[in-house]
């Protein structure tokens, strides 16, 4: 293993860097095409006048006071879907019976277009960050209920026959053999309930003019700003894209052996 | 797995007469308690409507024409979004799942863009396709698409090997091969991914509805909402959660059959 020299860094990386050299082909393309004309620069600016942008979005637009605002509210959220959807699972796990009725509806939650009903959280929570929070908490609940029932249900039998065999009270059962054991399976939760809740909180920004990230972008077009709204949009989507990489590296963190 | 079940299970499965009623029993406390907050006072009568109310006006959205003028353009937005979605998806999935240089070239791309907010696109789309039907169509297509790749790309590696080599042997084109192996083959994550990608279509298409059209059922909610007609939004709320409920449900159950 150690004679033999390993592969060079290009014949190890040749297809992520094909990749990445696509991309910025394409970026190149599309500069070349706006500039000569062929492509009209007012529905799409050139991409080096985008990156120009960015300072000017992040200074004058102070993107990260809002980037700020969402994160509050993504985080209040996000606790408050997690605060709420554990225990709701752990009972649902105890209880056959309500598991039963209630597991499909539950589902049917995660599934409901939740966002689109903005108009009624509006009108019952004023034109606040409190609907933006309500919102993205109960379009995050349901991942996290359906998968603490889930990961609480899949602990294996031989762990809980220890824990009888210890003559564990319940209350060490669940704390001590079932919550550990589901950890794994909660977080697959936590990490689909934040990306509704992302979404959600973004989406509705946007929709009501209000808040952090989704505002800008919306005050941005509203201005016909376009190298400031395709900056804007590009921030959203690397928060976006940054947000879900560490949840999952967190994740399979946690569950080292899959 | 039965030792838990025993936790959770005590008394074995719950019957399921039991489930139905106590599925009744919740949804009466919930409407009970629906009936008692709006007639308490608390809140502004037209914030919480009556029941009979919400039902009055979901019987008079029902019965009226331009509900159902609505929901074709929506309908009409929707299908054509997934149609063009699930087009370009499956062939993206089929190209990520075939050939190992481009899963690991390209699918991080599709992988981590999936879950962003889509929305967000909405002013770009208005400026590619304008403010008609197009941009709708466009972000719903858009929105599709990812869950439509990624599943068909999972789907195509799951493929059995000895379906493709029985199709090389025959030196079926690629065509041929897409046709008489890939797609029946993958026929249940594909139709896992199209109930996922419609699922993200209605959302978006509806969204972008209620933002920037003068027709569909996104700018109906959005009418009923500046009239400040509630019992008249739950009634067309209600309407649209059954509505993707159901089309979550056939596709769905076309998947199952399918397994």
């Not at chain 1, 989507?237 to 899959?258: D, M």
Request: glycine share 10%.
């Amino acid at each position: 293993m150690a004679e033999k020299s390993g592969p060079s860094f290009l014949r190890r990386n040749g297809p992520e860097l094909f990749g990445a050299l696509s991309l910025l082909a394409a970026v190149l393309v599309f500069e070349a095409l706006v500039r000569s004309g062929i492509v009209n620069r007012f529905v799409i600016p050139p991409p080096s006048d985008i990156v120009l942008a960015f300072e000017r979005v992040i200074v004058e637009e102070n993107i990260l006071g809002r980037f700020r605002d969402t994160a509050v509210e993504m985080v209040i959220a996000g606790f408050a879907a997690v605060g709420v959807g554990v225990p709701i699972g752990a009972f649902l796990y105890r209880s056959a019976l309500w598991r039963r009725a209630m597991e499909d509806w539950i589902g049917a939650l995660a599934a409901a277009p939740i966002v689109l009903a903005f108009p009624l959280f509006l009108v019952l929570f004023g034109r606040s960050p409190k609907t933006i929070i309500v919102m993205g908490f109960v379009h995050g609940l349901a991942p996290i209920i359906l998968k603490m029932v889930e990961g609480l249900a899949s602990t294996r039998p031989v762990l809980i026959n220890v824990g009888r065999s210890l003559k564990m009270t319940s209350s060490q059962m669940f704390w001590k053999i079932l919550f550990p054991s589901a950890l794994p399976v909660i977080f697959t939760g936590i990490r689909l309930s934040w990306t509704f809740v992302l979404i959600t909180i973004v989406g509705v920004e946007y929709l009501i003019n209000l808040g952090g990230l989704g505002q800008l972008i919306n005050e941005l077009a509203e201005r016909y700003d376009l190298p400031g709204t395709y900056a804007g949009i590009c921030f959203v989507v690397l928060v976006s894209v940054l947000f879900f990489v560490i949840l999952e590296r967190v994740e399979s963190w946690l569950q080292p052996g899959r | 797995m039965a030792a838990a079940g025993k936790m959770s299970l005590a008394s074995g499965a719950p019957a399921q007469r039991d489930v139905i009623v106590l599925r009744l029993l919740v949804a009466l406390v919930i409407f009970g308690a629906w009936e008692a907050v709006s007639r308490s006072g608390l809140f502004y009568g037209e914030v919480i409507p009556s029941l009979t109310r919400i039902w009055t006006s979901l019987i008079k959205l029902l019965g009226d024409g331009v509900f159902y003028r609505n929901l074709q353009v929506t309908t009409f937005e929707t299908v054509v979004a997934l149609a063009i979605g699930a087009g370009c998806g499956i062939a993206v999935g089929i190209g990520l799942g075939a050939n190992r240089f481009l899963m690991r070239a390209f699918e991080p791309y599709v992988y981590y863009l999936s879950p962003t907010p889509r929305i967000i696109l909405f002013p770009v789309m208005i400026m590619w396709f304008g403010v008609g039907p197009s941009s709708k169509i466009a972000l719903g297509a858009l929105s599709a698409f990812f869950a439509i790749a990624l599943s068909t790309a999972a789907g195509m590696r799951q493929i059995d090997p000895v379906l493709i080599r029985v199709g090389r042997s025959f030196r079926a084109s690629l065509w041929q091969m897409t046709l008489k192996i890939y797609l029946p083959a993958m026929r249940v994550p594909i139709l896992n991914g199209l109930r996922l990608g419609m699922g993200t279509a209605i959302i978006t298409v509806l969204l972008g509805e209620t933002k920037l059209s003068n027709q569909g059922l996104g700018y109906m909610i959005m009418q009923v909402y500046t009239r400040f007609d509630m019992p008249g939004l739950y009634a067309l709320l209600i309407v649209v959660f059954l509505l993707a409920g159901a089309v979550n449900a056939l596709i769905g159950h076309f998947a199952r059959d399918g397994a």
